[in-house]
C-alpha cells in the first residue's frame, strides 16, 4: 500500500489488481457499464477502467463508493488469505443469522439473488463466477 498526502489528508493506496477485477465482475453482474457505474459513484470512467484493470491503485475512500454501490464490505472487494472453504464457511454463517431479521419481500429477493448466482455459476460463459473463481486458481 503507498500513502499520499493529498489536501491534508492521509490517503492509502490499495494496489491489488484482484480488487480491479472484483470491482468489474460486480459491476458487469449488475449489467452496469463503466459509464453508469462512473456517473453513479462521481468516477470518471477512465480511472473506474484503469483500476479494473489492475493498472491503478484505489484510495480507501474511492473503495468504499464502490462497495456501497454493490452493497458490499470492504472484505467482499480485498482478497484475503483464507482458503475459499473458510470463506464460504463464515458467509453462510453470516447469511444463516441474518435472516430471521429478513421479512417476506426480503427473503423472496434474497431468493431471487441465490437462483440468479447459481444459474451465473452454471454458465461458463458469465464473467462474475469466472473472475472471482479465477483468483484462487
Given amino acids: 500500500m503507498k500513502k499520499l498526502r493529498a489536501k491534508k489528508e492521509l490517503i492509502t493506496m490499495i494496489e491489488n489488481p484482484n480488487v480491479g477485477a472484483r470491482i468489474r465482475a460486480y459491476r458487469e453482474a449488475m449489467g452496469m457499464t463503466q459509464a453508469e457505474l462512473s456517473k453513479e ?10 483500476i479494473e484493470r489492475g493498472q491503478k491503485g484505489i484510495s480507501l ?10 452493497n458490499l464490505c470492504l472484505d467482499d472487494l480485498i482478497p ?10 463464515q458467509w453462510c454463517t453470516e447469511i444463516m443469522s441474518g435472516l430471521d431479521e429478513l421479512n ?12 440468479s448466482a447459481a444459474a451465473m455459476q452454471r454458465k461458463k460463459s458469465k464473467q462474475l463466477p469466472k473472475a472471482l473463481l479465477n483468483e484462487s486458481e
Avoid at 475512500?61 to 454493490?70: E, N, Q, T, Y
Fill in 41 to 50: 459513484i462521481g468516477i470518471c470512467a477512465m480511472q473506474i477502467s484503469s
Fill in 61 to 70: 475512500d474511492r473503495l468504499i463508493l464502490f462497495c456501497r454501490r454493490f
Fill in 80 to 89: 484475503i488469505d483464507l482458503p475459499d472453504e473458510t470463506i464460504r464457511e
Fill in 104 to 115: 417476506i419481500v426480503q427473503l423472496g429477493m434474497l431468493r431471487g439473488m441465490i437462483k
